[in-house]
T-cell receptor, first 111, second 112 residues
Framework: DQQVKQNSPSLSVQEGRISILNCDYTNSMFDYFLWYKKYPAEGPTFLISISSIKDKNEDGRFTVFLNKSAKHLSLHIVPSQPGDSAVYFCAATSGNTPLVFGKGTRLSVIA | DTGVSQNPRHKITKRGQNVTFRCDPISEHNRLYWYRQTLGQGPEFLTYFQNEAQLEKSRLLSDRFSAERPKGSFSTLEIQRTEQGDSAMYLC??????????FGPGTRLTVT
């Protein structure tokens, strides 16, 4: 049972445009959500997070939106840059439980 | 560099051999996590420590796997009698806060 789902395995975006990565979850107990970025042969790098008491969190070019009623979150990257090309993982947790990750979305930003 | 470090970065072993991996967390972090990642999947939780206490173990962690964190500092993950299905990237993460975990570069294990 996949509690965190990233239904798009890959996404291609032109440089300068917006990248939107989506994530759905099924466990209503999750109250904290994170996005990680992963380059090949490296560990995941923390990008941005959001608590369930918020519906938006912004950090520079990265914004995460949370829709609790739909159990959906999305990561927006504006403007997209070639260095953003990586695999992006959505993760969720509740209380002190370990993170539950989605399968990832591979983003390719084309120059 | 004060990030999470893992050694070795790569390990190739024959089926049936034992292997041990080490993780050095960020020094002020009291929580340490082990995850496993296989191709096309996200990281899957294996076990975690708060200080030296092992607080939770996943069902993925068979009795061939053991983890320790003596003195609440570095941690080791040992796999006994390795099987080809153990081939994966083993990731370590540490945290001091509610949830943000910082990952090391991982140890890629190949069992031949």
């Amino acid at each position: 049972d996949q509690q965190v789902k990233q239904n798009s395995p890959s996404l291609s975006v032109q440089e300068g445009r917006i990248s939107i990565l989506n994530c759905d979850y099924t466990n209503s107990m999750f109250d904290y959500f994170l996005w990680y970025k992963k380059y090949p042969a490296e560990g995941p790098t923390f990008l941005i997070s959001i608590s369930s008491i918020k519906d938006k969190n912004e950090d520079g070019r990265f914004t995460v939106f949370l829709n609790k009623s739909a159990k959906h979150l999305s990561l927006h990257i504006v403007p997209s840059q070639p260095g953003d090309s990586a695999v992006y993982f959505c993760a969720a947790t509740s209380g002190n439980t370990p993170l539950v990750f989605g399968k990832g979305t591979r983003l390719s930003v084309i120059a | 560099d004060t990030g999470v470090s893992q050694n070795p970065r790569h390990k190739i072993t024959k089926r049936g051999q034992n292997v041990t991996f080490r993780c050095d967390p960020i020094s002020e972090h009291n929580r340490l996590y082990w995850y496993r990642q296989t191709l096309g999947q996200g990281p899957e939780f294996l076990t975690y420590f708060q200080n030296e206490a092992q607080l939770e173990k996943s069902r993925l962690l068979s009795d061939r796997f053991s983890a320790e964190r003596p003195k609440g500092s570095f941690s080791t993950l040992e796999i006994q009698r390795t099987e080809q299905g153990d081939s994966a990237m083993y990731l370590c993460a540490s945290s001091s806060s509610y949830s943000e975990q910082y990952f090391g570069p991982g140890t890629r294990l190949t069992v031949t």
